[in-house]
């Protein structure tokens, strides 16, 4: 009798045991799961995918405006097989960064990710003096191939204003035209770009726009140049030089210029011609080389290639997120190779002499 009623004891006890764990195990699970939806609440600028909110434990706060996150219904159409790739060239950097080739990626699954993000593209280009005829061609271009259907606001830099063409814009894209100006060296005007960037940076394009492209005007598209290239900091890989082995690169050798890269560096020759990212690394990017490009001055020396030197001195040090093939900049000059089975922006054929301020 004694031991039975220590039996009912004990069982009674393991009872109420089990009823206070599992009160404990609810109670943490609901806990957990409301502070995630705090977290995402809290976080205003991200979009939260509503499946996501509902199914989800916890979320940490995620600071990148990219999270490749798309509906299930939004990937009705054929998707290829993740094995499709490029062999015959280098499709990621020593430190794991995408180099964008033809055939490395699948543009309707990337505009999936991106069109949903209502995001502003800002586009600068220079035309000062006679490069002010490249911009009918490159704006043309631009309107068919380049970042169709995503806003895009096209900053004009030049001396003659009034030369501007008008070309019709698709919905969403604006241009501006910003006086800067002239000068009778081609070299001051190329490297002058940094500080001008910079600049217009600061007093307007901060506030305009989500990522950017600094493009040379004597230039043409020709096929998709689409939201693949968007990256944290991005560069192109010279049309000349990507076959070439890191002594032939044109890379500033002289110690006393600060765009100064010994021969035992380097990692590509990357052109000037196309560089950009978001708006705040190309920023700072902007202000080193401006000021690299200050200090040779005061040191009376120029380096090789002006603001592509700086360029390629600050990509060594600051590598890219994102490289983009020489598809995405190519020479009109150059025999097409196998690599290359798409040409989406290239540099046109031009008289230098008769075009440039100087020879
Ligand atoms: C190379 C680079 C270029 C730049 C330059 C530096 C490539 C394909 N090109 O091009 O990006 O680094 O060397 O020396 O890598 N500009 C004017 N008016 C002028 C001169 C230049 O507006 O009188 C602007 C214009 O936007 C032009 C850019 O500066 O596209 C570069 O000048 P360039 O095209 O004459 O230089 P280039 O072809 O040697």
């Given at each position: 009798m004694r031991f039975s009623s220590n039996v009912k004891l004990f069982v009674l006890l393991?009872?109420?045991?089990?009823?206070?764990?599992?009160?404990?195990?609810?109670?943490?699970?609901f806990n957990e799961r409301l502070n995630g939806v705090w977290c995402e609440a809290s976080n205003r600028d991200i979009p939260v995918d509503e499946d996501q909110r509902n199914t989800s434990l916890s979320k940490p706060i995620f600071r990148s405006r990219v999270r490749n996150i798309i509906s299930p219904e939004r990937l009705l159409y054929k998707q290829p097989s993740v094995?499709?790739?490029?062999?015959?060239?280098?499709?990621?950097t020593p430190w794991s960064a995408p180099i964008i080739w033809e055939g490395t990626f699948d543009p309707d699954l990337i505009d999936i990710i991106y069109k949903s993000m209502n995001l502003t593209i800002a586009t600068t280009v220079f035309a000062v003096g006679k490069y002010v005829r490249f911009l009918r061609?490159?704006?043309?271009?631009?309107?068919k191939h380049f970042m169709v259907?995503?806003?895009?606001?096209?900053?004009?830099?030049?001396?003659?204003p009034d030369d501007v063409p008008s070309v019709n814009m698709s919905q969403?894209?604006?241009?501006?035209?910003?006086?800067v100006p002239g000068s009778n060296r081609w070299q001051e005007i190329s490297a002058r770009r940094m500080e001008i960037i910079q600049t217009a940076i600061e007093r307007q394009i901060s506030r305009e726009a989500d990522y950017i492209f600094c493009l040379d005007v004597d230039s043409k598209f020709h096929a998709r140049w689409g939201a693949e290239?968007?990256?944290?900091?991005?560069?192109?890989?010279?049309p000349?030089?990507?076959?070439?082995?890191?002594?032939?690169?044109?890379?500033?050798?002289r110690p006393a210029s600060t765009a100064y890269i010994p021969m035992d560096e380097g990692d590509y020759y990357y052109a000037g011609a196309v560089f950009g990212g978001s708006v705040e690394d190309v920023y700072t990017l902007t202000k080193v080389c401006r000021k690299q490009l200050e200090e040779d001055a005061r040191n009376s020396i120029e380096a090789a290639w002006q603001e592509e030197s700086h360029l390629n001195r600050y990509l060594l040090y600051n590598k890219p997120s994102k490289l983009?093939?020489?598809?995405?900049?190519w020479d009109d000059t150059k025999t097409n190779t196998n690599e290359v089975k798409v040409i989406r922006f290239s540099t046109v054929i031009k008289n230098y002499a008769e075009i440039r301020p100087n020879v």
């Open positions: 393991l009872i109420v045991g089990i009823f206070l764990l599992l009160g404990y195990v609810h109670y943490s699970f094995l499709v790739g490029r062999t015959d060239v280098m499709a990621v061609d490159f704006l043309e271009t631009a309107e259907d995503f806003n895009v606001r096209y900053y004009v830099f030049t001396d003659r969403g894209r604006h241009l501006s035209v910003i006086q290239s968007l990256g944290r900091l991005v560069a192109v890989i010279h000349w030089l990507y076959q070439a082995t890191r002594d032939q690169f044109t890379y500033e050798r983009l093939s020489p598809e995405y900049q």
